[in-house]
């Protein structure tokens, strides 16, 4: 098998290829719909067909509380690493429908774009690899290396089934990595792969004053206002150069490499382009980080929510009895979702004044993920971008936590790497959802080669 | 007239007076109530048969866009000085009508206690000048002082009408100084006069970060979050002694007396039975004050509301773009709302960080108000509550500010004198609403002393 025997396959069935997409697109299989629960049925025993169809060994459809999932595998190479392919078959509703310029579930292409619910999230990107693999199989009559395939349907409804039945079948989904594409790359004709995840530890505050909401004018001046006192604590968890002050908040942190960080400069990023994206007065981090090293590489704090007192129209003079913030922090390598949580807690209890009550909860939080550039599944990521795009790709952190990769990475204890096929402008969420052909077709050769570069 | 001569009257039409003030509260005149429009008219009515009845000369029902004021004036001493009664007719509707031992409009006296729906808010201590009044009328043929009556119908739905009808008839208004009894004593038995009220500044902040709101993974920690830098701005309000740190807060406070700290500290008041009313965890407030002088005669600082973000249940990890606080402050003489509100935007803007924007609102204010204690007036309330009362009045002060007090001083350039005849247990806008029959008697004793005692 050669690359360009892929390539070949690939020219001589491209339309073939772009007309199962459609099929595929036309399923309005919305998850959150229960109008739509049959197509979403429909959906997974659609994916099953094809699967078999292009000649994978096992597939089936497991049923769960909620939307099936489709598990697949062909695993006939005893002597080579398992991949685990992770992406999901429904699709956000398409709302707003006077929004769309053709209609959602009736997918147009047109300026080399391909628009429909779903083009690109996930639908295309998991056809994509489907694509790769039957080429795979149809020009050597084998996969390269054992593949798993679980596509699930409640991605966009929080995945609520999906970790209990990975911890159901874990032996069934033992493999070595684990392959997503289900995000972006860093920009148009750039080849992407996100090798790291920042994690997230997220906490409620409350602070009680006066056991009741009391007068402002009747009380004020000799009573602990709530809202001050929390508004205080938390103007003492960071400092001005943006440093986060909880005791040992940085211990342990992995520092960034220098190569990592020539990396990350050597993106098509600017700092006028990112304050325009975000449409703001200006920006603020950490001293001495960039903005790619903040949001990748950095641990931070931000207040979610905060509420208080009388918060409707007009005035209202009361003092609280209590006042509340939700506090998350995305975290690093090095640091543990559990034990930010403790040191945040220690650290607002040491701040906080003795005349008020501060009550905690934290909530589910999720572990920081960063593979090794050196790792195997890296290199062919890496390897198969730069055939399939003739371009280098570039290794990219994203600053999210998805909670999917935890799951993965911590019950089946496999790295897991992003290959984004899509764009920035792809619109996921909103009308007029798209998927750029060049990404589609260059996404199969992607997959076709990174399966092969895997067996090497 | 003597001080005997009332008693002796009092004391022989005792009876007919509590059968009278029932009557008055038996009418539920509920301001906010639709269904009782006609009876809030009827009150009117009943105000105005039963002053005429007690001999006063002029006696008008004013029709106003809500509820109707009633209007009264007995100016027969054109060498002596003109007192202006305020006070309302209108009550609080009664509701959960089952917490009620009995019926709201239906009262009942028992153990000392009148107990109605406006028993002390405002029927019981305005029917009480009435009935001081109608000793002095029916003992001596005439009042001592000219007196104005004005009783309006809409206290409990914020007095919307009062201050246009106030200033439509400010000729027929004047007067040398303004009485209202529509508060309380500082303690059972212990009569007191109210000399002086903070005033209010109350402005609004929004702070905003980016333009819209954003995944606090895709760009935490290189974006400003509106939340902490408004919080952040907060704590810089105040430092930890309590001392407000807006610039020029303090300039020009009239200093506390000695003679004034030396009579709050008479006052029967513990820190450790106010902690226990407030229900807190512990006080705080401005160092090198005492309780009672930071709540009278201190200004304050207080977040009345905040709000900005997730405040749901459960964890959202957005950055928002908006965060937003309801601010006031109680000022003391010396200060002016207009001009605290400036220093305060002005302070804001400067501790503000360059990278947010902020938007300030100010709020309607009222201005602070301290009658001097050698006022005669308050020194006719002295006196007169020391002859009703055989003790010695205590004169205090109110941490609230009372806008009709400003309204009519405002307008009227007269000193505002507040004599409380309830208790802080009467349970205004409460259940079982009650005034004590002591109050009551002793409120007319001290009504007909104190325009005697204005006369000298």
């Not at 001046?221 to 809202?227: D, L, S, T």
């Not at 990748?296 to 003092?319: H, M, S």
């Amino acid at each position: 098998m050669s690359t360009d025997s892929i390539q070949d396959y690939l020219d001589q069935h491209q339309e073939r290829f772009m007309t199962e997409l459609i099929e595929f697109l036309k399923i309005p299989s919305v998850s959150t719909a229960p109008e739509h629960a049959e197509d979403v049925q429909r959906c997974a025993e659609w994916v099953k067909s094809h699967l078999i169809g292009i000649g994978i060994d096992k597939v089936e459809v497991h049923p769960t509380p909620g939307h099936p999932i489709v598990y697949a595998e062909h695993c006939t190479q005893p002597d080579k690493p398992t991949v685990l392919l992770y992406g999901h078959y429904d699709v956000q509703p398409p709302e707003p429908l006077d929004e769309w310029v053709t209609p959602p579930f009736e997918p147009d292409v047109r300026d080399g774009k391909i628009f429909a619910r779903g083009a690109t999230d996930d639908k295309g990107q998991v056809f994509a690899h489907f694509k790769g693999l039957e080429a795979l199989l149809k020009t050597t009559g084998e996969l390269p290396v054992n593949v798993k395939i679980v596509l699930e349907g409640e991605e966009e409804v929080g995945s609520v089934n999906l970790e209990n039945w990975i911890n159901a079948h874990v032996d069934m989904l033992t493999c070595d990595s684990v392959v997503i594409s289900d995000s972006s790359m860093f920009a148009p004709g750039l080849p992407s792969i996100t090798y790291g995840l920042r994690g997230l530890m997220y906490c409620e505050v409350s602070v009680t004053g006066p056991g009741h909401d009391l007068h402002s004018g009747m009380y004020g001046g000799a009573v602990p206002n709530p809202i001050n006192a929390l508004a205080t604590m938390i103007g003492k968890l960071t400092d001005e150069s943006g440093k986060i002050l909880v005791d040992g908040f940085y211990d342990n942190i992995e520092p960034l490499t220098e190569e990592e960080r020539a990396q990350f400069a050597s993106l098509p990023h600017t700092d006028e382009g990112f304050l325009k994206e975000v449409n703001g007065v200006g920006l603020h981090g950490e001293d001495g980080f960039t903005t790619l090293e903040r949001i990748w590489a950095r641990p931070t704090l931000d207040c979610n929510g905060i509420y208080g007192g009388f918060t409707g129209e007009g005035a209202k003079t009361v003092i609280p009895s209590k006042a509340h913030t939700k506090i998350s922090c995305r975290l690093v390598p090095g640091q543990n979702s559990a034990d930010i949580g403790k040191k945040m807690e220690a650290y607002l209890r040491k701040i906080a004044p003795d005349y008020v009550k501060v009550d905690f909860h934290l909530h589910h939080g999720g572990e920081p993920i960063v593979v090794n550039l050196d790792n195997p599944t890296v290199q062919a990521a890496q390897r198969a971008l730069k055939q399939a795009w003739d371009k280098d790709a570039v290794a990219i952190r994203s600053g999210g936590s998805i909670p999917v990769v935890a799951t993965f990475g911590d019950i089946l204890n496999a790295p897991v790497v992003l290959i984004g096929l899509g764009l920035a402008d792809d619109r996921l969420h909103s009308p007029n959802e798209k998927f750029d052909v060049t990404n589609f077709y260059h996404g199969i050769t992607t997959s076709a080669y990174f399966y092969s570069e895997l067996a090497k």
